[in-house]
């Protein structure tokens, strides 16, 4: 049947609400070998792709599709249930049309009325659909593509604001260390994104889950996949030296296991860690009101520290801001007096 033809004759409400039909029959198990679950899965991909016609406008035709089109669509789908039908079934259907579900789902996120964007509204009346897609991470056949539309989810500063809040999110600490590197790069960046998205909302959620955060934040600096390691040290600096998280950043450089910590990374074998937590380490060296047990900890250290950082990098002779800082760093450290008190 012709893609104009699926459409045809139904309304647009009327032709989602055969589109979830198609797929409960596919969720039934028992019916894998039956014929009409064959005929399920390719009127599925037919009807994917008539809804996506039907929203971005036909592929072959230059027309905009209808804006009463667009939003009758729209309306069925939201109250078809058909967004959340759609992820629940992203096992079950094929490659492509798993596509096709990350292009219609992303689409409709963006589209705009007035001043509103309904599909936003329905995440936010059914966050379900949020914790459906941080739980994909867990299936290796659907996680890049819950990635891709969690990441345009988190674009929406109202919804990031509904993953940091809930308990769902840190199940991002073990996403992130998931032994496929393609699944845990995936997560890590969508991690990355809900931290560095919305400056403020951030800001405001690690000062209020600070102990909590930075103690699951500790394992990731300690994990045993370099990858990790390496992506979560750079973030930290990112983090540290935002202006918005100025507060965080006061706070995370007076424990002296922190700085312990990345006196540590300074000394790994690899460079890039070495170089990683060299940007972290020169927050706790530049800081103008030390306290003492910071300070004790760097006169302990005095010497070695002066040496180990005159070579430090020292083939960088072209990056003209490491030099800067490595100098300025020799100096503070130099110049370091007891603190009495």
Same mark, same amino acid.
């Given at each position: 049947? !012709?893609?104009?033809?699926?459409?045809? @004759?139904?309304?647009?409400?009327?032709? &989602?609400?055969?589109?979830?039909?198609?797929?409960?029959?596919?969720?039934?198990?028992?019916?894998?070998?039956?014929?009409?679950?064959?005929?399920?899965?390719?009127?599925? %991909?037919?009807?994917?792709?008539?809804?996506?016609? @039907?929203?971005?406008?036909?592929?072959?035709?230059?027309?905009?599709?209808?804006?009463?089109d667009?939003?009758?669509?729209?309306?069925?789908?939201?109250?078809q249930?058909?967004?959340?039908?759609?992820?629940?079934?992203?096992?079950?259907?094929?490659?492509?049309?798993?596509?096709?579900?990350?292009?219609?789902?992303?689409?409709?996120?963006?589209?705009?009325?007035?001043?509103?964007?309904?599909? &936003?509204?329905?995440?936010? $009346?059914?966050?379900?659909i949020?914790?459906?897609?941080?739980?994909?991470?867990?299936?290796?056949?659907?996680?890049?593509? *819950?990635?891709?539309?969690?990441?345009?989810?988190?674009?929406?500063?109202?919804?990031?604001?509904?993953?940091?809040?809930?308990?769902?999110?840190?199940?991002?600490?073990?996403?992130?260390?998931? @032994?496929?590197?393609?699944i845990?790069?995936?997560?890590?960046?969508?991690?990355?994104?809900?931290?560095?998205? %919305?400056?403020?909302? *951030?800001?405001?959620?690690?000062?209020?889950?600070?102990?909590?955060?930075?103690?699951?934040?500790?394992?990731?600096?300690?994990?045993?996949?370099? &990858?990790?390691?390496?992506?979560?040290?750079?973030?930290?600096?990112?983090?540290?030296?935002?202006r918005?998280?100025?507060?965080?950043?006061?706070?995370?450089?007076?424990? !002296?296991?922190?700085?312990?910590?990345?006196?540590?990374?300074?000394?790994?074998?690899?460079?890039?860690? $070495?170089?990683?937590?060299?940007?972290?380490?020169?927050?706790?060296?530049?800081?103008? =009101?030390? !306290?003492?047990?910071?300070?004790?900890?760097?006169?302990?250290?005095?010497?070695?520290?002066?040496?180990?950082? =005159?070579?430090? %990098?020292?083939?960088?002779?072209?990056d003209?801001?490491?030099?800067?800082?490595?100098?300025?760093?020799?100096? $503070?450290?130099?110049?370091?007096?007891?603190?009495?008190?």
């Amino acid at each position: 049947m !012709p893609l104009s033809s699926l459409l045809a @004759s139904r309304s647009k409400t009327d032709h &989602v609400k055969q589109l979830k039909e198609f797929f409960t029959v596919i969720e039934n198990e028992q019916d894998k070998e039956k014929k009409n679950y064959e005929e399920a899965m390719k009127n599925i %991909h037919k009807a994917l792709l008539a809804l996506k016609d @039907s929203l971005f406008g036909a592929h072959d035709n230059n027309n905009e599709p209808a804006i009463t089109d667009i939003s009758q669509l729209r309306s069925g789908i939201y109250l078809q249930g058909l967004i959340i039908t759609m992820i629940n079934n992203l096992g079950r259907v094929s490659f492509e049309d798993r596509k096709e579900i990350v292009a219609i789902f992303n689409n409709l996120l963006r589209r705009q009325v007035g001043t509103k964007y309904p599909a &936003v509204d329905h995440i936010i $009346q059914g966050p379900g659909i949020l914790f459906k897609l941080i739980e994909g991470y867990e299936n290796a056949d659907i996680a890049l593509y *819950c990635g891709m539309m969690l990441r345009e989810c988190i674009r929406v500063q109202e919804l990031a604001d509904i993953i940091l809040r809930s308990s769902e999110f840190y199940k991002f600490f073990d996403y992130v260390q998931k @032994s496929t590197f393609d699944i845990a790069s995936d997560a890590f960046a969508t991690f990355k994104d809900l931290l560095t998205k %919305h400056k403020s909302l *951030c800001a405001d959620f690690l000062e209020q889950n600070y102990d909590q955060f930075f103690t699951k934040y500790r394992d990731l600096l300690n994990s045993d996949n370099y &990858v990790t390691r390496r992506q979560s040290l750079k973030l930290l600096g990112e983090l540290l030296l935002d202006r918005y998280n100025f507060s965080i950043m006061t706070k995370y450089i007076t424990n !002296p296991d922190n700085l312990k910590q990345q006196m540590n990374f300074l000394k790994e074998k690899s460079k890039n860690i $070495q170089f990683e937590a060299f940007h972290v380490f020169k927050i706790f060296v530049a800081n103008p =009101t030390k !306290p003492k047990a910071i300070t004790d900890i760097l006169l302990r250290n005095q010497e070695k520290l002066i040496d180990f950082l =005159t070579t430090f %990098h020292a083939d960088r002779t072209d990056d003209e801001q490491f030099n800067d800082e490595k100098a300025y760093l020799i100096k $503070q450290i130099t110049e370091l007096k007891d603190i009495k008190v």
